[in-house]
C-alpha cells in the first residue's frame, strides 16, 4: 500500500492543554509530595545512594511481591536485545529479594509494539519501550521533537551513545515531553529513548546513493516519520507489516527498505538485499523514529520507594546490557553483510545536502509549532539545546571517556565489540542524568 504524504506536521492542539494542565499541576505540588522523578510512590523506607545490594532487598522485606508484565520485545528469547532485557529483569528480581518478578511479552503476544504506548497508558503493560511515532495524535510533542533529533556524528559506537545520551538528558529536562506521558498515563524513564539507533536504507540491486538513481524507487519505510524524507528524496514509500518484507523484497513488491542493521540480521534480508547506503554528516540520513521506555503510571506509583529507586539505580546495568547486545548485532550483521558480498556504499554529497536541507525545515516546522501551542516560548532555543546536549556528549564519549571517534558504518565490522568497556559511559550516564532525579532524591 502506497503512503500518502506526511510532510504537514501533525497538530499540537489536541493534547497541548493537557500538557498544560500537567505542567501548571507539577509546578502548584507541595514540596514533598512527589519524588525526585516527578511522581508519587507508595511510600515505605529510603535506600540511600550507594548503599550495597543487599539494602533493597532489606527495605523491601515487607512489600507485597509483585510481577511486572515487561512488553515493546519484537522478536522471542534467543537475540541479543531480548535477553539483555531478561537478563536485567533477573537482577532487579535478585536485588529485590524475589519481591519483584517479570513476565516477558515475547514478540508482542499480549500487546505488540504498535501498542505499546497505549497499553502502558491503560496498565495493560507495565514496562518496556514505546514508539509514540505509531499515535502521532496522541503524541505530538515526542513526535515533533523527535523529528528535530537528527543532529549528530555519524558514527555507530561512540556517535550513538552520545546521541542517547543526550536525548535521554533533553527527555528528563524538557518538561512538556514529560507532561505529555503524564497526561497519558506513562511514566517515561526516557521520553526519548535510542540505545543504538541503527535504521538504514537497504536495497536490491546496486546501492542507489544519487537522487537520480533513488528517484521512483519504492521504499518500505518502518514508521510513517520516514515517509517525508523518502518523498524528498523522490522515493515512493509504500507500507508493508514486517512479517511481510522478506517476501516484498525477494518479490520486487518494494526496491528498498528503510530498516534496522540488526533486523537484518535476524530477518535474513542478506538473501534478499544487494547494498546498505549511509550517511556521512550529521543530519545526513534516516533520522531518529520517536521512541521512548516507560512504566504505566498507575503502576509505577503503586510501588514503594525503594522499588522505585531499585529500578531507577539499575539503569546503568540495563544499559550496558542493552547496548552492549544491540551493538553486537551491528557488527555481526555487518560483518554478515560484508562476507556476502552486498554493496556499502554512502549518500553522495548532493543527495546528503538534500537530506540535510528536509532536517532543516523540519527542524524550523517543528520549532514554530511548539511556540504556536504554547508549549515553550522559545522552540529554536530548544532545537539548539539538543544540539547543545548532543556536542556535551560527544566530547565526554570520545574526548574525556576515550571512546574511538573513527569508527565508521563501512568499517564497523572489524569493531571489537567483545572489548568494549561500557561501564565508565553507562557511570557517567547515571551520575549526570539520573542521581539528580532519583526518585526520593532530596532538592531534585
Known sequence: MKLGSARTRRPLRLLAPVVAAALAVAACAPPGAESGTGAE????????VGAGTA???????????VTLLFGGHTTGPGTGTVDAYVEYSNLVTQMSGGKITFEHDYAGAK???????DGLGQGRVDLGMYIPAYQPDEWPVANAIGGMSIYGQPHPISGRMAAFAAQAEFGQTFAPLQAEGEALGVFSLYPLYTPSHDVKL????????????LQGKRVRVSSPSYVPLAETLGMTPV???????FQGLQRGVVDCAVNSIGAHLTGGYVDVVDSWVFGTQPAGDFGETPTGFGMSRDRWEQLPLAAQQ??????????EMMMRAAYGDI???????R?????????DPETTRAIEAYYSQAEEEGAAELEAQGLTDDGTAAVEQHKALYDKWWRIVTEELGYPADTSWLTVADFDVANLDLKPFVDRFYEEILLPRRPGQEGS
Open 331 to 337: 557488527v555481526e550483521s555487518m560483518q554478515v553483510s
Open 111 to 117: 500487546v505488540s509494539l504498535d501498542k505499546m504506548a
Open 339 to 347: 562476507d556476502g558480498g552486498m554493496e556499502l556504499a554512502e549518500f
Open 239 to 245: 507500507s508493508l507489516v514486517i512479517g511481510e518484507l
Open 202 to 213: 537497504q536495497c536490491r540491486g546496486p546501492a542507489p546513493t544519487s537522487l537520480a538513481e
Open 310 to 319: 531499585l529500578l531507577w539505580d539499575t539503569q546503568p546495568q540495563m544499559l
Open 41 to 48: 510512590s507508595a511510600g515505605g523506607e529510603n535506600v540511600p
Open 55 to 65: 539494602a533493597y532487598a532489606e527495605a523491601l522485606a515487607d512489600m507485597e511481591p
